[in-house]
């Protein structure tokens, strides 16, 4: 039995609108794919969950509100995220301005900066920023080409953590000194002594600390000098010293010898005197005579 269709008094066989139905189903779903791919938002990447971008494919924008080439990219981003589940791929967005620990582990130094990511390996991405080229970088895996970032540099590793540590530290700090001088009043010179003083007070405590876990971890030891080394040992020395010669008394009796005998020649020539004024005085008569 054949079923009838009345359309504006035509009747009309539900075979013959096969097609239509098939080509207004085509159209129809056409449409609300473009309008998904359109409404789509890029994924907000923050310091908490920033982790699961080391999972499966990203593409990373980081970008600030108050950039303008950003606000211009922002329609290209977003129509891009758009085509994230066809590409089979997670497209997410970092605000810098809200998040200055990515920043430092990206080392993010000018804005827009593009990040390609699969299974942890990052690429810095350098290339177009045409929707058709974002595209045709996943799809026909173009990131391929590009060489990732160096294991220093990663963002996932030690150091790079540290950086970003110091770059949550200084927003933190500027916080500080904007509360400090918007709110509380205080003359950006006082700020400075508060901050100079701050300084010199944690770096006199780091150093604290440090000597104290280096004595601890890292405790002095006692090495001994070598035998040959020692100068003088007290268990070396005789108990008897019966066999010392006194080098004073010998330098005193040598003293005593000296004096008698300069005693004995003062007074040799003492004697030998007279007799020469007795030998002379013999003589003079005779010469006077003669």
């Known amino acids: 039995m054949a079923f009838r269709l009345r359309v504006k008094s035509l009747d009309l066989d539900l075979k013959d609108l096969t097609p239509l139905i098939f080509i207004l189903s085509c159209v129809i779903s056409g449409v609300i794919s473009v309008q998904d791919h359109k ?3 890029p994924i907000t990447v923050t310091d908490a ?6 999972e499966g494919e990203w593409m990373l924008e980081f970008m600030a ?3 303008p080439a950003c606000r211009a990219f922002q329609d290209v981003w977003a129509e891009f ?7 089979d791929i997670s497209v ?3 605000d810098v301005t809200e998040n200055p620990g990515l920043s430092g582990r990206f080392l993010v130094t000018s804005l827009p900066t593009l990040y390609h990511v699969k299974d942890g390996v990052f690429r810095h991405y350098y290339g177009g920023r045409k929707t058709t080229d974002l595209i045709s970088l996943i799809d026909e895996k173009k990131w391929r080409d590009i060489t990732p970032v160096a294991w220093y540099r990663d963002p996932n590793s030690f150091l790079m953590g540290i950086v970003g540590a ?3 530290a200084a927003m933190f700090i500027r916080g500080v000194y904007n509360r400090m001088t918007e709110v509380y009043g205080i003359p950006e010179w006082a700020c400075y002594l508060i901050f100079a003083i701050l300084t010199i007070i944690t770096g006199l405590l780091l150093g604290l600390l440090l000597v104290v876990c280096c004595d601890n971890f890292f405790p002095a030891k006692y090495i001994p000098l070598p035998p040959e080394r020692i100068a003088h040992k007290p268990k070396d020395v005789p108990k008897d010293d019966t066999d010392i010669v006194d080098d004073t008394e010998e330098a005193a009796g040598d003293g005593d010898a000296g004096k008698e005998e300069d005693d004995k020649a003062a007074s040799s020539q003492e004697d030998n005197a007279p007799k020469e004024d ?3 005085r013999k003589r003079l008569p005779h010469t006077e005579e003669k």
């Not at 969950?49 to 080391?54: C, G, I, K, P, S």
């Not at 995220?81 to 590409?87: R, S």
């Open 92 to 94: 997410g967005v970092v």
């Open 65 to 67: 509100p108050w950039c």
């Open 166 to 168: 110091f770059f949550k």
């Open 81 to 87: 995220a758009g085509w994230g589940y066809d590409l």
């Open 39 to 41: 409404n789509k938002e």
């Open 278 to 280: 007795s030998e002379l």
């Open 49 to 54: 969950n920033w982790t699961r971008t080391l």
